[in-house]
T-cell receptor, first 109, second 114 residues
Framework: NAGVTQTPKFQVLKTGQSMTLQCAQD?????MYWYRQDPGMGLRLIYY???????DKGEVPNGYNVSRLNKREFSLRLESAAPSQTSVYFC????????FGPGTRLTVT | AQSVSQHNHHVILSEAASLELGCNYS??????LFWYVQYPGQHLQLLLK??????LVKGIKGFEAEFIKSKFSFNLRKPSVQWSDTAEYFC????????????FGTGTRLKVLA
């Protein structure tokens, strides 16, 4: 079992470009989360999905959209990237504890 | 408001020293508590968790944590640290009676000197 996978691992964007971060899980969990991690700020929740077909805003949703395509996949979209979105993005599934993907390191220039 | 606080942002210890990292939470209702570790360049992994029962919880790699309800605390301890414990440690809380949201502390960066 792969657990939680994320693509891409690294990405560089120019300001204003768009992209979608992909997350997939084979753990059959209902809940999936997207976080961003910045130095000194811990993990901040961007969006989460308690089950297939539902999504909710977290602490820092501005500038992002999500899609829960099916139970396995939960994607995060940046419509118009900004330098403030330079960060490491983690996807996680939740069944009491959290299971994290390997992360996507995004740089916006 | 719900929150998790970690007061030590950076800790430097020598090998074999004892470790205690503080974590305080502010949550209403039933709360589940976790410690996660993030080794350099890796993703977060679960160290230990508390749901109910014995307030002293043992985790992997010799770590333990004590839930003290009266102090709203869940401090992480290890009697003797090793160089390989160099990592960032995150306390987290989850309310089973609320929405499906976790809250993480801002993390404590531990450096162990060989």
């Amino acid at each position: 079992n792969a657990g939680v996978t994320q693509t891409p691992k690294f990405q560089v964007l120019k300001t204003g470009q768009s992209m979608t971060l992909q997350c997939a899980q084979d753990m059959n969990h209902n809940s999936m989360y997207w976080y961003r991690q910045d130095p000194g700020m811990g993990l901040r929740l961007i969006y989460y999905s308690a089950s297939e077909g539902t999504t909710d805003k977290g602490e820092v949703p501005n500038g992002y959209n999500v899609s829960r395509l099916n139970k396995r996949e939960f994607s995060l979209r940046l419509e118009s990237a900004a330098p403030s979105q330079t960060s490491v993005y983690f996807c996680a599934t939740v069944l009491y504890e959290q299971y994290f993907g390997p992360g996507t390191r995004l740089t916006v220039t | 408001a719900q929150s998790v606080s970690q007061h030590n942002h950076h800790v430097i210890l020598s090998e074999a020293a004892s470790l205690e990292l503080g974590c305080n939470y502010s949550y209403g209702g039933t709360v589940n508590l976790f410690w996660y570790v993030q080794y350099p360049g890796q993703h977060l992994q679960l160290l230990l968790k508390y749901f109910s029962g014995d307030p002293l919880v043992k985790g992997i790699k010799g770590f333990e944590a004590e839930f003290i309800k009266s102090k709203f605390s869940f401090n992480l301890r290890k009697p003797s640290v090793q160089w390989s414990d160099t990592a960032e440690y995150f306390c987290a809380a989850y309310s089973s009676s609320g929405t499906y949201k976790y809250i993480f502390g801002t993390g404590t960066r531990l450096k162990v000197l060989a």
